[in-house]
């Protein structure tokens, strides 16, 4: 049973930063994509940031490009997203997502392992 916690979620200034961690207990395979996705009050969820460590490739919407950063700890499995620059907009339940293959990987209904989430919450 793979497992996916999320943290580092919280209430911050607009302007400020936040990281948020995701960890997968007791899997030590490097997973082939990992994602991040959120939801905000009464909107669909949606894509965020996505990395595929074989091919060192990251992607972002355009929302955050240039303000948010995907990374991974490869040593743990473990993976990040850097949150700066923070607008109210982004306040929103973010989610990761990670699968043992490099299809898609943005789409939240298909990819095989969903954390619970962790709250963001932006003031202006």
């Known amino acids: 049973q793979v497992q996916l916690v999320e943290s580092g979620g919280g209430s911050v200034q607009a302007g400020g930063s936040l990281r948020l961690s995701c960890a997968a207990p007791?899997?030590?395979?490097?997973?082939?994509?990992m994602a991040w996705f959120r939801q905000a009050p009464g909107k669909e969820r949606e894509g965020v940031a996505s990395?595929?460590?074989?091919?060192?490739?990251?992607e972002y919407d355009d929302s955050v490009k240039g303000r948010f950063t995907i990374s991974q700890n490869s040593a743990n499995n473990t993976f990040y997203l850097q949150m700066n620059s923070l607008k109210s907009e982004d306040t929103a339940m973010y989610y990761c997502?990670?699968?043992?293959?490099?299809?898609?990987?943005?789409?939240?209904?298909?990819?095989?392992?969903r954390g619970q989430g962790t709250q963001v919450t932006v003031s202006s």
């Open positions: 997502a990670a699968q043992w293959n490099s299809g898609n990987c943005r789409a939240w209904s298909v990819i095989d392992y």
């Open positions: 990395l595929y460590p074989g091919g060192a490739y990251t």
């Open positions: 007791g899997i030590t395979v490097r997973f082939d994509c």
